[in-house]
């Protein structure tokens, strides 16, 4: 990959950041990762050519598969890999949660328990997921499914280290100004303190027994 293009959705993206933690563990150097627009513009700059590699999820990568592409690193592989990352989470103004915890707390339960059932019940999920994204091939949703249960984490909680990794990343991408960033220490960007309540109540030991 050394001297090689890699394609991401856009600079600064999930699929941006994840792509050069990927690299960075790997202790690839000397790519430049070029920003494609979007992941059905990713796959069209793999599948021509124009990038070596590039940051693409199923059903894409179902596709790209079965045109002899080889992924490199797939969801199980990166979490494998143990890098700190943030990749999705529930977000609300501070000033909400803390006048309505008990609103949020009845969110984050919800959230968990379909993700719970996501791991209980996969026709149910494939199904969910042939709906929302109008996919009607059986590959590319049992491929989607995989990728799901690979990808999404039971712990609840953000890791400190992820959020401070993250804050270093847009600084180096200038995404984020650095004195901006040194004025605030990463507990600034997140709040586990509902998920812990919930830990304590016992919601998450009986959600997973």
């Not at 598969?65 to 494998?80: D, I, P, S, W, Y």
């Not at 707390?105 to 791991?119: D, L, V």
Request: net charge positive; aromatic share 8%; glycine share 6%.
């Amino acid at each position: 990959m050394k001297g090689q293009k890699v394609g991401v959705s856009r600079l600064a993206s999930v699929s941006h950041l994840t792509a050069q933690s990927i690299l960075q563990r790997a202790g690839v150097t000397g790519v430049t990762i070029i920003q494609t627009g979007g992941i059905p513009e990713s796959t069209a700059a793999l599948s021509s050519g124009n990038v070596a590699a590039a940051m693409v999820p199923p059903p894409q990568s179902v596709l790209l598969r079965e045109k002899g592409f080889r992924e490199l690193v797939g969801a199980k592989q990166l979490r494998e890999m143990n890098i700190p990352f943030v990749e999705n989470g529930l977000a609300t103004r501070r000033s909400y949660a803390e006048k309505n915890s008990e609103q949020v707390k009845r969110f984050i339960k919800a959230s968990f328990e379909g993700i719970r059932r996501m791991f209980d019940n996969k026709e149910l999920t494939m199904k969910t997921i042939a709906k929302y994204t109008k996919i009607t091939d059986e590959k590319m949703l049992e491929e989607s499914y995989r990728f799901a249960v690979d990808a999404i984490s039971k712990d609840a909680t953000v890791p400190h280290d992820a959020m401070a990794a993250l804050v270093e990343q847009l600084v180096n991408l200038k995404s984020i100004e650095a004195p901006a960033a040194k004025k605030f220490a990463p507990t600034a960007y997140y709040e586990n303190r509902y998920v812990n309540e919930l830990e304590r109540e016992g919601f998450f030991n009986k959600l997973w027994q």
